[in-house]
């Protein structure tokens, strides 16, 4: 194995990143105008000894994912080498709306097409994917690493881990088995944070005679408080749960200094799957969600939902051993990962599963109820208020923003800036991780409790839950705002900010 020096490498390589994913790069002069080369390809991995056919978007050496480093633009020219029309979204970026990459302002990409894209990146953690969700589904998706100067100053060493299920059935395929219920009774019910026995999903919404009960706010928070209510998980049984397209048959061994600092830039990239990530009991620092610095909150266990991002520093055991940093499918036992192993460090197996099934995340508040941002946005009166409807069912298997699907949507209003907040009220038994485009938000109230808490651009709004948001309204344009669960966002569950000239 190999051992890095922090202070070493990073001046060998020009301050670039270390990552397991996402390929280093040298510092570009802000004169050079040629543009980044990226493409939506299909790429080869294997997954429990059996190759698999996938997507991804892959640089002009076939490396998944693009760094950039501080002050470089976003100059890159995306090219289409599918044999299918695609678009790409920068999850968390703010471009001008004509290249946010979604279907509703910007022109599908043809095979064979390029299209270019430039404009000032948001320095952070973030990554690319494509809008159509049975793409995302196959993987057409990357990091992307926007450094700041403080990473370079900073002396330790980057590690991404890139989250998805996999399937080896096509996207389409996986939400026509879901979306036409067959995929229903392969979930679980969950009451509060326990498991109980695995039960028909399709019996579980608002389909019954008697509709679910809205609990009391107290009632959502986590540690058995919210036992009262029943959460339904996991809409599909994925054939496995990867790492860096690893699976822990196999897992990624990342070689680190012993004693050295990492900064783990954790990317939940699946298409329906919230985890946990888990340091063992090893003590850790979360500093950034979602690309933004929150107060540093200490622990060694977090969540995260789809397109939710966390940076975690930790300090490696000063013995020497290896520490496996594992992901946790919620509900299921089913968890993947990679190592970070020194020089000479005993590396041992860990098994794809665990005893016993993993707590819910879809139901915790008490992470995003102790975060705060480390640069909120200014205290201001709201100009505009929105209530924001979450709704849904299993059967028939459709998911609603305020009652309505998309294409058959009213947008939620708005002056460019005029400070708006969003309070996003679950009358669902699922989660919804919801994702607005072209804005950052700041999450200012959980379950009634009024809080300065975290910037983000993707909030998981938990079952029969209430999360309000606050933002800046910004560009005059139609901005997505959906669900990050693919299958949601597939069958409805979107709609748009129409944000209108003041």
């Known amino acids: 194995m190999t051992q890095f020096s922090r202070r070493a490498f990073l001046t060998s390589c020009a301050a670039v990143a270390c990552t397991g994913l996402t390929p280093a790069r040298p510092v570009l002069a802000q004169t050079i105008s040629a543009p980044l080369v990226l493409r939506a390809a299909r790429r ?24 950039l480093d501080p002050g470089q633009r976003f100059h890159v020219e995306l090219g289409n080498d599918l044999d299918v029309e695609t678009i790409v979204h920068w999850h968390g970026q703010i471009p001008p709306n004509a290249q946010d990459g979604v279907s509703n302002t910007n022109p599908m990409l043809a095979p064979t097409a390029r299209r270019a894209f430039d404009f000032a990146p948001r320095a952070g953690t973030f990554w ?24 370079l100053r900073a ?28 995929a229903m009774p392969h979930g679980e019910v969950q009451e509060g944070s326990h498991v109980t026995e ?42 496995a749960y990867l790492v860096n397209d690893r699976t822990l048959d196999d897992p990624e061994i990342i070689h680190v200094e012993r004693g050295g600092k990492i900064l783990l830039r954790v990317i939940n990239a699946a298409s329906m799957t919230a985890f946990w990530i888990d340091l063992g009991g090893h003590a850790a620092t979360l500093v950034a ?42 509900g299921a036992p089913q968890r993947t990962g990679l190592i970070l192993a020194p020089a000479g460090a005993e590396v041992r197996r860990v098994a794809g599963l665990s005893d016993a099934p993993h707590p819910a995340y879809s139901g915790d508040t008490a992470q995003e109820l102790a975060l705060r941002a480390l640069h909120p946005l200014a205290q201001r009166t709201a100009d505009r208020t929105h209530m924001v409807m979450l709704g849904g069912d299993m059967m028939p298997y459709r998911w609603t923003i305020n009652g309505q699907l998309w294409g058959n949507h009213t947008p939620v209003a708005a002056l460019a800036g005029e400070r708006v907040e969003l309070m996003f009220h679950n009358m669902s038994s699922m989660a919804h991780p919801m994702h607005l485009h072209g804005h950052v938000i700041q999450v200012v109230d959980v379950n009634g409790q009024r809080i300065a808490g975290a910037l ?10 209430m999360v309000t948001v606050a933002f800046d309204a910004g560009e005059a344009a139609p901005w997505m705002l959906h669900c990050h669960h693919m299958a949601h966002m597939a069958t409805g569950m979107m709609t748009e900010l129409d944000v209108r000239a003041g």
Do not use: C, W
């Open 456 to 465: 983000r651009d993707t909030i998981h709004v938990p079952p029969m839950g």
């Open 289 to 330: 969600v979602d690309g933004d610095p929150v107060e540093p909150v200490a622990g060694s266990r977090f969540g995260m939902a789809q397109g939710q991002r966390l940076d975690i520093e930790l300090t490696m055991p000063a013995d020497g051993s290896a520490l496996p940093v594992l992901a946790l499918r919620e």
């Open 128 to 151: 690319m994917h494509s809008h159509v969700p049975a793409q995302e589904i196959d993987l057409l998706a990357a990091p992307l690493i926007i450094r700041s100067q403080a990473d």
């Open 198 to 239: 695995p039960f028909p999903r399709r019996i579980i919404g608002h389909h019954s005679a008697d509709p679910l009960p809205l609990p009391e706010p107290a009632l959502m928070q986590h540690g058995g408080r919210g036992d009262r209510m029943a959460m339904d998980l996991n809409d599909y049984e994925f054939d």
């Open 44 to 67: 080869t991995i294997e997954v429990g000894g059996r190759a698999a056919s996938v997507m991804g978007l892959v640089d002009d050496k076939g490396r998944l994912g693009l760094t």
């Open 155 to 182: 002396d330790r060493q980057e590690v991404v881990m890139f989250l998805h299920d996999f399937s080896f059935k096509p996207g389409e395929e996986v939400l026509a088995e879901i979306t036409s219920g067959m």
